[in-house]
């Protein structure tokens, strides 16, 4: 499986009603590798490219309008679809929609709501280059 990674520190998700400001994330694309090896290729082992799947895990914080249930509440009536934009170091925006996989939220007292979230986009994310 080939691995194509890009690690930054800025962005938004935003989903039913709730908002988060991204402090870091990590991007990838999965790569799926076919095995195509045949009886006339001499013992070596040949691959072809197969489905790809984008994928980013992202933490930050909920947003202080965005109300202290939102994001319970938004799973709980089914809200699993999500819009965000990411902005890498290097000048690289992802932006795009997905689902979210898993998402944990912390709230100690008298401390922000750190939240992350697993996402898994629909279809080719938007890379832009500054």
Sequence with gaps: MAVTVITGYDGMVTWSG???????????????????????????????????????????FALAGSGSAAPITSFANGGFSITLTLQAATGCTISGSGLVTR????????????????????????????
């Design 103 to 130: 998402f944990a939220l912390d709230r100690p007292t008298c401390d922000s709501a750190k939240c992350t979230w697993n996402i898994s986009f629909y279809g080719q994310p938007t890379l832009t280059w500054a």
């Design 18 to 60: 709730m908002s988060g400001k991204v402090n870091s994330f990590s991007f990838a694309v999965d790569v799926n590798a076919i095995d195509t090896t045949g009886f006339t290729d001499s013992g070596w082992r040949n691959i072809t490219e197969g489905c790809k799947q984008a994928t980013a895990v992202v933490n930050g």
